[in-house]
């Protein structure tokens, strides 16, 4: 398999019906995706610890959850993920034919929708400090807070990384490398918004349930 394009033409297909040359590709995807199963472990972790101190006697006078989580903003922070995951696998579908100028769009796209994100989970931050729910008050809120923000600080890397591939794509073009890195990021940006979708069914709108 040749992963090599020509910048002005179309990519050639990735993958043959039985090719039998070394998939570079495949070997680090599989590689990432062993990467993704531990940070899966990671977050149902964080998840299992939220479910255990999200109870009235973890509370220690501060507020409680349906004081803390506010599903309607939390709901713009959904679109902006999802919107974000979806530029980026347009992204991808136009690397199929090779056109850097719609893959490029697709990334700064889900730059902007991703930083989106992170601007309205610091805000959303900032307003809990202004009203004293810090991570320190409470067993809860210290759950709370290290499940949002993991998953925030994985989004700020993830925006990281489409930065840094930019530049690549530009000077390289398709070659093995950037097509490897495009495609395990899709894995990770997607992994990521399946994150946010639990975080706010499990905590957002489960916090305000009685």
């Not at 579908?93 to 309205?120: D, H, P, Q, S």
Request: charged share 10%; with cysteine; glycine share 8%.
């Amino acid at each position: 398999m040749d992963a090599r394009a020509n910048p002005e033409g179309p990519l050639p297909p990735l993958w043959h019906y039985g090719e039998t040359e070394h998939d570079p590709i495949s070997t680090k995807t599989l590689g990432f995706w062993l990467y993704m199963l531990s940070d899966a472990l990671i977050f149902a972790g964080l998840f299992a610890a939220y479910a255990v101190l999200d109870q009235n006697m973890n509370m220690a006078d501060g507020p409680t959850a349906a004081q803390v989580v506010h599903p309607v903003a939390a709901f713009w922070q959904t679109l902006a993920v999802l919107s974000s995951v979806l530029a980026y696998s347009l992204a991808t579908v136009a690397l199929k034919t090779g056109n850097r100028a719609r893959v490029l769009l697709g990334i700064v796209v889900a730059i902007v929708f991703g930083g989106l994100f992170i601007a309205l989970e610091i805000g959303d931050f900032v307003s809990l400090f202004a009203m004293g729910a810090t991570p320190d008050r409470s067993g809860f809120l210290s759950a709370f807070f290290v499940l949002v923000a993991s998953h925030g600080l994985h989004m700020m890397f993830g925006i990281l990384w489409m930065l840094v591939l930019i530049p690549q794509i530009i000077r390289s073009g398709f070659n093995t490398a950037v097509v490897t890195r495009l495609l395990n990021l899709r894995l990770f940006w997607q992994f990521q918004a399946s994150v946010w979708v639990c975080v706010y069914v499990f905590v957002y709108l489960k916090g305000t349930m009685p």
